[in-house]
């Protein structure tokens, strides 16, 4: 028996292999960022987290340290949430220097404490990014995201009611690789995880989900353009392949995304050049 295991607690092992009871209750220290606003310096300050159900999320942690500082006539700690089920995109923090923390696969509100020790100490900080400003503590103004999406991550076109899906002709391995990519819930854990603080996981996923797709093809190149433009333009860093981007994304979103970003960016710039010479322009 080891020293953290209480008699008569069956053991649980979390993925990373660590060892918690599947009963009882945990302590932890948490260091978390507090800052009350974007014109404001922030910094850690601990708090402790006692009583902690393993089978607690994360985010329910949080929300039982919150009751008990505003028991105490303290300020909560801000963060964002919303549905709770890996879904919306709202939660976002890093945990222990990982965006969303050591489960890959999973949002802050899937992440289990039972993925942590009795005792540990836990880091929790917003995501860090020029384009991602701190509005308070644990929450950031992501609305660069949305006008890259704004700029061209839509189709004009109006198509109608939707039609049965045999009655279009796609190959399977487009549909798949299409809805791969739509599963991206924009949550900036991509965005995060970059040494440059790249969007091209966001990006590039967009732009797939849309241009694998017939309905897509008519503005697939203009789309391209127009959304890389925009995330120039919201401060995003290059992308230089390092990976991190796929290893914290909550939805396992491959960096081929990317890829074929770059190759329609790359035919639309070609185009874009073909079409001014062809029209007299420079």
């Not at 850690?44 to 500082?69: C, H, Q, W």
Request: hydrophobic share 35%; with cysteine.
């Amino acid at each position: 028996m080891t020293g953290r295991e209480a008699p008569g607690h069956p053991e649980a092992r979390s993925a990373d292999g660590s060892v918690n009871v599947s009963r009882g209750t945990m302590n932890l220290t948490l260091q978390v960022w507090r800052q009350a606003g974007p014109a404001t310096d922030g910094g850690l300050k601990e708090y402790a987290a006692t009583g902690i159900s393993p089978d607690m999320s994360f985010l329910e942690m949080l929300d039982v340290v919150n009751e008990r500082l505003i028991g105490q006539g303290d300020i909560p700690i801000a963060f964002d949430h919303d549905c709770r089920e890996g879904i919306c995109g709202s939660c976002g923090m890093m945990i222990n220097g990982v965006a969303h923390g050591p489960s890959r696969g999973t949002a802050a509100c899937q992440l289990h404490m039972r993925s942590f020790k009795d005792g540990d100490t836990v880091l929790i900080e917003p995501w860090r990014a020029r384009a991602f400003p701190v509005i308070k503590d644990l929450v950031v103004d992501r609305g660069a995201l949305d006008r890259i999406v704004q700029s061209g991550g839509f189709i004009s076109a109006p198509t109608g009611s939707a039609q049965d899906g045999n009655a279009i002709p796609i190959r399977k391995e487009d549909s798949d690789s299409a809805m791969d990519a739509a599963a991206c819930i924009g949550c900036g854990a991509c965005v995060a995880a970059c040494p440059n603080s790249s969007a091209s996981l966001f990006t590039g996923a967009k732009l797939s989900h849309l241009g694998l797709l017939p309905q897509g093809q008519p503005e697939r190149y203009r789309r391209a353009l127009k959304m890389v433009a925009q995330m120039d333009i919201e401060s995003f860093g290059g992308c230089t392949f390092f990976g991190e981007c796929q290893e914290a994304c909550p939805k396992e979103i491959s960096i081929d995304v990317i890829s074929r970003m770059n190759r329609d960016y790359l035919k639309a710039a070609v185009m874009q050049v073909e079409e001014r010479q062809a029209g007299g322009g420079e």
